[in-house]
C-alpha cells in the first residue's frame, strides 16, 4: 500500500504582515501518506504551480475563500499521475490536473476533486497555465470583463506572466493592438516575439504615465490588470472613453494585505471617460469554461501560440519560489517540477 | 422688436482653485438682446437649473466639454416662453426647454437647440428635473449602469437631490430595498416619506461605515454615486458580491478639481468583490431618451410620484444658489425662478 510513502508538504506557521518571507512556512515531513477511502485516488504530483492568489490566502482578512489556518497546508493547483485509485473513473497511471492539490508530493482527494488531462494535446504542466486556470482567467477577463474590440488599445501588467502572455495573444488574434508592462527589458523582449506590439519596462522608465501616454496617445481601451498599485495608477491616467478594465490580481498590493492602500483615487477620471472597471474571479464562469477552452484550443492549433515557464526543482523550493513571484522575479508561468 | 431689452447675464471672472465663491461670478447688465436672425428663437426664462455638473465647467482641467472661458456666460438648463420667433416651428407663447439657455434672462438661440414641453403633463419646471436630465440621468444610471434587480440593497448619495430623488422611487417600484445617504436629518425625512426604506444622515454619524453595515447587513448592491468621497469610501467597504456602482457626479470633490484625490483605494475590495464601477454621462444614452420617458412617464402618472424642489427667486440668486448646491444646503431640485 501507498500509505508507507512520506509526504514532504508545506505548512503556513506566521500570519506575514507585509511582504512573506521563507520563515513564515515549514516543510514538514512528519507525516505519511493516509490509506485512501472508498471513491478516493492518490496523486503523485508532477508539476506543482505558483500563483499571485496564494498570497491572499495567508491573511487572516476576508478574502474570496477562507484563509489558511496556521499550521495548514498551502494551496496549490497541481497535475500529477494516479498511482492509486478506489474510484471507478480512474485508474493508476492517469494523469490529472488537481484545482486544490496543496504544496505537497503527494494528494489524497475524493475523485470527483481531479479531472483527466490530455497529454497529447498538450504537456501535463500547460493545464496548470494555458490550458488551466490562467488560461481560462485571461479568456474571461479579456472578452467577458473587459469587452475587449478589434481595434481597441490592451494593455497588459505582468504581460510575461502565466495570464499576461496568454491574454497578449488572445487580444493581437482579436485584432487589438497590445501593449505589455512588465519589470525587465528580456520580459519585453519576450513580449514582442508572441505578440505584443509595443512594451513598457516600469522599472526603467522615469514617468510610467507619461510614457504610456507615448505608446497609447489616443489612450488605453482596455487595461487588463494583475498588478494594481503603480501601473494601475499610470493607466487611471491614460483612460480612452468607455475603457474598460478588467481587475484580475492586485500582487503588487502583497505587502498591504489588511492595510489600507493610500494613494490617488481616480473617480473623477472615471466619470469623465465614462470607463468600467470591474474585478473578477474566472470560477464564476465556471459554466462557460468549454466556450473557453474551444476558444483556446483553436489558437493553440493554429501553431503560433507561444508560452514561456519558470521552471525551480522539488518541493524544497516551493516556499523561495513564491516569493520570488510576489517580486516579479520569475520570468513566465512560475512552475515547481516534483 | 425685442433687441432693446436688457439681458442680465452672469458671466465667470475667476478659475476657483477650491470651492467657488460668488465674487468668482459677476452679474453683468451691460449687453441688450440681440436682433434675431434667421431660424432663431427668443426665449424668456421662466426658470433657470443649477446642478453640480456646473463645477466641472469653471476649471481649466479637460472635462467633458470646454470649459467656460473668462468672461464667458454660465451654461445652465433653463425653460421659459418664446417671446419673438423667426423660426417656422415655433410661435410666441410657446414653452420650450433649452439644454443650455445660460445664467441669464434671455436666450437667443437657434431653434433646433429647444423642445417644446407639455405643461398640461407636468409643471414647466418639471422639464428640469424629473421629465428633464436629472430623471433620465436617475433612470439609465440605475438600470443600465449599475443594473438594479428586485431585492437589491440600493444606496443612494445626495438621495434629496435633483437625481435622487428620482432614483429612490424607481428603485423602490422596482422591488428594491432603498438607502438614502442625505446630509440633515429634515433631508432624510422626506426621503422616507417619498419611498426610501431607510436613511442615513451622514453627517450625524460617528462611522458611516459601520452605519451602513448596520443598515445593509449582507451589504450594498448598488450605489448610485452622487457625491464621490467619503460616502462612496464607507460603501466600498461593504460591498456585496457583485455589487454595481454607478458613478454620475462627484460633487464632493468640487474643491479639488485639478487637483489629484488622496485616500484610501479599492482595488483589492473590487476584486473580492467582483464589483463593478462605471462612470456615465446621460448624454450617451440620447437615442434611449423615449424609452426612459415612457418609464418615467407611468411613474408619475401612477400618482405616487412626489418631489421637492428648492426655488430661489431672481437671476441675482444664481451664484449663491450653485454655492448653496455645492455645499449640500439645497433641499430638493434647485431651481431659480426668473
Same mark, same amino acid.
Given at each position: 500500500m501507498?500509505?508507507?510513502?512520506?509526504?514532504?508538504?508545506?505548512?503556513?506557521?506566521?500570519?506575514?504582515?507585509?511582504?512573506p518571507?521563507?520563515?513564515d512556512?515549514?516543510?514538514?515531513?512528519s507525516?505519511?501518506?493516509?490509506?485512501?477511502?472508498?471513491?478516493?485516488?492518490?496523486?503523485?504530483?508532477s508539476?506543482?504551480?505558483?500563483?499571485?492568489?496564494?498570497?491572499?490566502?495567508i491573511?487572516?482578512?476576508?478574502?474570496?475563500?477562507?484563509g489558511?489556518?496556521?499550521?495548514?497546508?498551502m494551496?496549490a493547483?497541481?497535475?500529477?499521475?494516479?498511482?492509486?485509485?478506489?474510484? $471507478?473513473?480512474?485508474?493508476s497511471?492517469?494523469?490529472?490536473?488537481?484545482?486544490?492539490?496543496?504544496?505537497?508530493?503527494?494528494?489524497? /482527494?475524493?475523485?470527483?476533486?481531479?479531472?483527466?488531462v $490530455?497529454?497529447?494535446l498538450?504537456?501535463?504542466?500547460s493545464?496548470?497555465?494555458?490550458?488551466?486556470?490562467?488560461?481560462?482567467?485571461?479568456?474571461?477577463g479579456?472578452? $467577458?470583463?473587459?469587452?475587449?474590440?478589434p481595434?481597441?488599445?490592451v494593455?497588459?501588467?505582468?504581460a510575461?506572466?502565466a495570464?499576461?502572455?496568454?491574454?497578449?495573444?488572445?487580444?493581437?488574434?482579436?485584432?487589438?493592438?497590445? /501593449?505589455?508592462?512588465?519589470?525587465?527589458?528580456?520580459?519585453?523582449?519576450w513580449?514582442?516575439?508572441?505578440g505584443y506590439?509595443?512594451?513598457?519596462?516600469?522599472?526603467?522608465?522615469e514617468?510610467?504615465s507619461?510614457?504610456i501616454?507615448?505608446?497609447?496617445?489616443?489612450?488605453v481601451?482596455?487595461y487588463f490588470?494583475?498588478? #494594481?498599485?503603480?501601473?494601475?495608477?499610470?493607466?487611471?491616467?491614460?483612460?480612452?472613453?468607455n475603457?474598460?478594465?478588467?481587475?484580475?490580481?492586485?500582487?503588487?498590493?502583497?505587502?498591504?494585505?489588511?492595510?489600507?492602500?493610500?494613494?490617488p483615487?481616480?473617480?473623477?477620471q472615471?466619470?469623465?471617460?465614462?470607463?468600467r472597471i470591474? #474585478?473578477?474571479?474566472?470560477?464564476?464562469?465556471?459554466?462557460?469554461?468549454?466556450?473557453?477552452?474551444?476558444?483556446?484550443?483553436?489558437?493553440?492549433s $493554429?501553431?503560433?501560440?507561444?508560452?514561456?515557464?519558470?521552471?525551480s526543482?522539488g518541493?524544497?523550493?516551493?516556499?523561495?519560489?513564491?516569493?520570488?513571484l510576489?517580486?516579479?522575479?520569475?520570468?513566465?508561468?512560475?512552475?515547481?517540477?516534483?
Amino acid at each position: 500500500m501507498s500509505s508507507n510513502l512520506n509526504n514532504r508538504r508545506w505548512v503556513l506557521v506566521n500570519y506575514p504582515e507585509s511582504m512573506p518571507e521563507e520563515r513564515d512556512f515549514r516543510l514538514d515531513s512528519s507525516l505519511k501518506v493516509p490509506e485512501l477511502k472508498e471513491g478516493e485516488i492518490l496523486v503523485q504530483a508532477s508539476y506543482l504551480s505558483v500563483d499571485p492568489y496564494m498570497r491572499g490566502r495567508i491573511s487572516p482578512t476576508k478574502g474570496y475563500t477562507p484563509g489558511v489556518e496556521l499550521e495548514g497546508l498551502m494551496p496549490a493547483g497541481g497535475v500529477g499521475e494516479i498511482i492509486e485509485s478506489r474510484a $471507478d473513473q480512474f485508474e493508476s497511471g492517469d494523469k490529472v490536473a488537481l484545482e486544490n492539490f496543496g504544496w505537497q508530493e503527494y494528494a489524497v /482527494v475524493e475523485a470527483d476533486m481531479a479531472h483527466k488531462v $490530455d497529454t497529447d494535446l498538450a504537456p501535463i504542466q500547460s493545464y496548470l497555465s494555458y490550458m488551466g486556470m490562467p488560461g481560462l482567467t485571461a479568456y474571461f477577463g479579456l472578452f $467577458d470583463v473587459a469587452s475587449a474590440k478589434p481595434g481597441d488599445c490592451v494593455a497588459v501588467s505582468a504581460a510575461s506572466g502565466a495570464v499576461g502572455q496568454v491574454v497578449g495573444q488572445l487580444a493581437k488574434a482579436h485584432g487589438c493592438r497590445v /501593449v505589455a508592462i512588465a519589470s525587465s527589458g528580456k520580459k519585453i523582449d519576450w513580449c514582442k516575439e508572441i505578440g505584443y506590439d509595443a512594451g513598457i519596462n516600469y522599472r526603467k522608465v522615469e514617468n510610467l504615465s507619461d510614457e504610456i501616454k507615448a505608446v497609447c496617445p489616443d489612450g488605453v481601451d482596455v487595461y487588463f490588470d494583475n498588478t #494594481g498599485g503603480p501601473i494601475n495608477d499610470a493607466i487611471m491616467e491614460n483612460l480612452n472613453l468607455n475603457a474598460r478594465i478588467a481587475v484580475c490580481g492586485v500582487i503588487s498590493l502583497a505587502d498591504k494585505v489588511g492595510k489600507p492602500d493610500i494613494g490617488p483615487r481616480y473617480l473623477r477620471q472615471i466619470l469623465i471617460a465614462r470607463a468600467r472597471i470591474q #474585478g473578477f474571479l474566472v470560477f464564476d464562469y465556471i459554466d462557460r469554461y468549454p466556450e473557453a477552452r474551444e476558444h483556446l484550443g483553436k489558437l493553440i492549433s $493554429d501553431g503560433e501560440f507561444k508560452f514561456k515557464e519558470d521552471v525551480s526543482d522539488g518541493i524544497e523550493s516551493m516556499a523561495s519560489s513564491f516569493i520570488q513571484l510576489l517580486n516579479s522575479e520569475n520570468f513566465g508561468k512560475k512552475l515547481i517540477k516534483i
